[in-house]
């Protein structure tokens, strides 16, 4: 390893500006004016992923945005990892916030501040560069690789699933690594290894067929408004269980291993409630902050 970490050491500097060149395209993919710039970050990792010396570079057409395959194949014998990455970013709205450009690369303190630098071109760099060392200094790899780019994670991926079905055999591995999550802590080297669902709906409620003036109508017709405060106000109980019928049919639910993994974690709950300027928390009964915010379901209401 210590050739991998040389050769690392050595070009620290040119993997920053890489990295800093990639992350100064803004590869919005909700933003319709952006195409051009998603598709060259698309080309960006193409031209990468040619560079470090990985076979099979392929940049796939979509209905929207591309999708970039690669693949470095060591052995049969070898498991396969496929690793699985975004390019796509969120926009930076509303910029006036930033008190750095978001799409100008800035160093402070150690840590580079821009949109995309932990969601998800950092981690996808990484995940390259890591596979560069090993090649250019005639490394073995330990494992197979694949990699996987898609530029629409931050709208959904629609395209992902139908080209994830059309390309099975080629995507074929062992195991799936995927560098979008959140680490526990800074100091807690953490692994991921499963994450909360999500389904949601849109409810409209709809009443008189005009607006209505509260001193002439009120007591006498419905508010939508507060029909929607009713219909929210019964989706969970004072316990904080969720009233739905069926709701938690087919939740798994925690291994008294995995309880017991979660209680050892190095948690401050009141140092929890400090940073978010709480002084209580509210759940579901029966467990833990830990476990309610990463294992249990969740009903929330957005608007």
């Known amino acids: 390893m210590s050739d991998i970490q040389d050769y690392i050491d050595q070009h620290i500097e040119a993997f920053q500006e890489q990295l800093f060149e990639f992350l100064r395209i803004p590869s919005v993919s909700t933003d319709r004016d952006k195409r051009n710039d998603v598709r060259r970050a698309a080309l960006f990792l193409t031209e990468q992923l040619e ?61 580079v501040y821009a949109r995309g630098a932990s969601d998800d071109k950092g981690q996808s760099f990484t995940h390259l560069k890591s596979v560069e060392a ?3 200094t005639g490394s073995a790899l330990p494992v197979n690789v694949k990699y996987l780019l ?16 059309e390309h099975k055999e080629a995507l074929a591995c062992d195991m799936v690594l995927i560098s979008d999550t959140a680490m526990f802590d800074e100091d807690q080297p953490s692994i991921t290894f499963g994450l909360r669902g999500l389904a949601y709906m849109e409810v409209h409620v709809t009443g008189p067929n005009r607006d209505l003036h509260s001193g002439v109508f009120g007591g006498a017709v419905e508010n939508p408004v507060n029909v929607l405060a009713e219909i929210i106000g019964k989706l969970k109980g004072e316990d904080g269980v969720i009233r739905i019928d069926g709701f938690y049919e ?7 291993e995995e309880r017991e993994a979660v209680k050892a974690l190095p948690f401050d709950e009141e140092e929890y409630k400090r940073d978010l300027g709480l002084t209580a928390l509210h759940g579901e009964q029966g467990y833990s902050t830990l476990e309610r915010a990463s294992a249990r379901p969740t009903l929330d209401v957005n608007g």
Not at 153 to 164: A, D, K, R, W
């Open 150 to 165: 898609e530029g629409e994670e931050e709208i959904g991926s629609p395209h992902l699933v139908p080209f994830i079905e």
């Open 134 to 136: 090993f090649l250019k």
């Open 250 to 256: 087919d939740v798994l639910p925690m291994t008294p």
């Open 51 to 111: 560079e470090i010396g990985l076979d099979k570079v392929t940049l796939h057409e979509t209905a929207g945005h591309p999708i970039v395959t690669a693949e470095k194949m060591v052995g049969e014998d070898r498991p396969t990892v496929l690793i699985y990455g975004h390019y796509d970013v969120q926009p930076p709205d509303p910029e006036e916030l930033w008190t750095t450009p978001p799409f100008e690369p800035t160093v402070k303190e150690g840590r």
